[in-house]
């Protein structure tokens, strides 16, 4: 196979990848915020239930997560998810929603105390509080772990092969079988340039929210 032949089939699986990605992120950022206001919540069997669904998540493999959310259903019921990506997008985003909630957990924590109190005197309520006054500190502190999780979230999409979703490594895995090699480790170009503008990206957006420092 020629070189341009296995880009565009490799960029082909890639626009999977990107569509994974992009999908898991547009559905788990929120949801993660939601979890993490249920695991602070005072109404204690919330905060207990949302806390034992996070641990169970975050101590399991993402993998085996995939596999129960395809293959259980159909066990069960008789009638599986629809298709294999709508499994691997929901099981993406119940794992990285879980990671992301901790994330946010821990930077709406790590605001002073004093800044709540110094709002109320100003008579602001708990949504101007925290819209106008905590919330962009809270994103910066939360960029760097953040990054991290949304880099690892790129190259976790490979898992969704393993319910057959054919994404860039499942078609290098296809030509692998046919005797070519090299394309799976061409793979690792597409990999690395992406990052490389996610990098950026945050990069960016960290320099940007530098007025806000501890």
């Not at 101590?59 to 129960?68: C, E, K, R, S, W």
């Not at 992301?100 to 709002?119: D, H, L, V």
């Not at 905590?134 to 953040?146: A, H, M, N, Y």
């Not at 898992?159 to 799976?184: D, N, Q, S, T, Y």
Request: proline share 4%; with cysteine; aromatic share 16%.
């Amino acid at each position: 196979m020629s070189f341009l032949n296995v880009t565009f089939v490799l960029w082909s699986g890639f626009r999977t990848t990107l569509l994974l990605f992009s999908l898991t992120l547009l559905f788990s950022l929120p949801l993660g915020l939601l979890l993490s206001f249920g695991s602070m919540s005072k109404f204690t069997p919330l905060r207990v239930f949302v806390k034992i669904i996070v641990w169970i998540v975050r101590g399991t493999p993402l993998m085996l997560q995939v596999i129960i959310i395809f293959y259980v259903p159909g066990l069960i019921f008789g009638t599986p998810i629809s298709t294999r990506f709508n499994a691997a997008i929901i099981a993406f985003t119940i794992n990285y929603a879980c990671y992301f909630s901790e994330i946010y957990r821990g930077g709406i924590e790590s605001i002073s105390r004093s800044q709540y109190e110094a709002g109320q005197v100003l008579g602001m309520t708990k949504t101007q509080i925290f819209f106008r006054v905590i919330l962009l500190q809270v994103i910066k502190r939360i960029i760097p772990p953040s990054a991290n999780e949304i880099i690892t979230l790129v190259k976790d999409t490979a898992l969704a092969r393993v319910v057959m979703v054919v994404e860039i490594i499942r078609e290098a895995e296809f030509m692998a079988a046919r005797g070519f090699i090299w394309p799976l480790f061409y793979t690792g170009v597409f990999y690395l340039l992406f990052v490389g503008i996610m990098t950026l990206l945050f990069g960016y957006f960290e320099k940007k929210l530098n007025y806000f420092r501890a």
